[in-house]
């Protein structure tokens, strides 16, 4: 059973992840490539955590005891003694392949490399370690602590001990239903709800209706949490861009090809949550203020 599990990357997502396993009781080994964003993303975390004390959610107590339970990890050494790691960095092939060479050097034989890309390649990963039977993707939504997703990616490679030990700690530890998606650009998730946010550029572009209305017909017509582009927003305008470009050179459909709108977004740094400006306004909890 998995007890200390590490986390590469500090980012929206990595937080997310961090935050998700010490409420679950595990011990997070959270990494950064500076210790200044190490800080910030660990003040982010009390910053989420404050919201749900506010919220009734926690208590103050739950909430010392949530951070007690992350601990920062200046340099990828201070995983050795982990089970598992969830690899969680930009999505980039050569970022991702330093980390996973030097993860295989550090770990023991039994701890699982996991990775939380949503459209690179878990067999091109995989192939730079030693052994890429442990070699998994562990692919959660935005946000990790509130969403009873995880896609579990099995790579060319990926032997069933590894799937099965991963499967059990999606289901049983983090009480999420795991969904099994062989290897494929966009798995199942960010393959289809990216073709539909794009369709809604295209809706935006044309002038068809306006921002409000797109997200209202597909939150009141279909029960939406959110619609297509406050989900882009919350996503982040400049992942949508990438997987979309990603895609669209895996796959060399048309459909993927990304909206021009949504290029003029990410090129004028309106980037969604992240930014407090992307389709609609936020303010700095997170909160849709137009």
């Known amino acids: 059973m998995f007890r200390n599990v590490g986390v590469v990357g500090a980012g929206t997502m990595g937080q997310s992840i961090a935050e998700m396993l010490a409420v679950k009781g595990l011990e997070v080994h959270l990494a950064e490539k500076t ?14 955590l404050d919201r749900q004390i506010e919220k009734w959610a926690i208590t103050s107590a739950e909430k010392k005891l949530i951070l007690n339970r992350i601990h920062s990890a200046p340099t990828l050494d201070y995983m050795a003694h982990c089970e598992l790691v969830i690899e969680t960095i930009t999505e980039d092939m050569e970022s991702k392949q330093a980390v996973f ?7 023991s034989e039994e701890a699982i490399i996991a990775s939380n890309t949503s459209t690179l390649s878990l067999t091109e990963l995989a192939g730079y370690t030693l052994n890429p039977s442990r070699v998994i993707g ?10 009873d997703l995880v896609e579990i990616i099995r790579g060319l490679q990926t032997s069933e001990e590894t799937f099965q030990r991963t499967k059990n700690f999606v289901d049983n530890v983090l009480e999420k239903n795991g969904v099994m998606v062989y290897e494929s650009p966009g ?4 393959r289809l709800i990216c073709l539909l946010i794009n369709e809604a550029l295209h ?20 029960s939406f949490q959110y619609g297509p582009l406050e989900m882009a927003d919350r996503f982040g ?4 861009l990438a997987a979309l470009e990603r895609m669209f050179r895996e796959y ?4 993927y090809r990304p909206s021009f709108l949504l290029k003029k977004k990410v090129r004028a ?8 400006i992307g389709f609609f306004q936020y303010d700095k909890d997170g909160d849709r203020i137009l």
């Open 138 to 147: 562990m692919h959660f939504v935005y946000p990790a602590f509130r969403v």
């Open 101 to 107: 060479t030097q993860l295989d050097g550090i770990l």
């Open 187 to 190: 798995f199942v998730t960010t």
């Open 269 to 276: 740094g309106q980037l969604g949550m992240k930014t407090g």
């Open 35 to 48: 210790p200044d964003k190490l800080r910030v993303a660990l003040e982010a975390i009390e910053a989420s």
């Open 252 to 255: 060399g459909e048309l459909k």
């Open 203 to 222: 809706l935006l572009e044309e002038g068809v209706a306006s921002p409000e209305d797109i997200d209202a017909s597909m939150r009141i017509g279909y």
């Open 237 to 240: 305008l400049d992942s949508v």
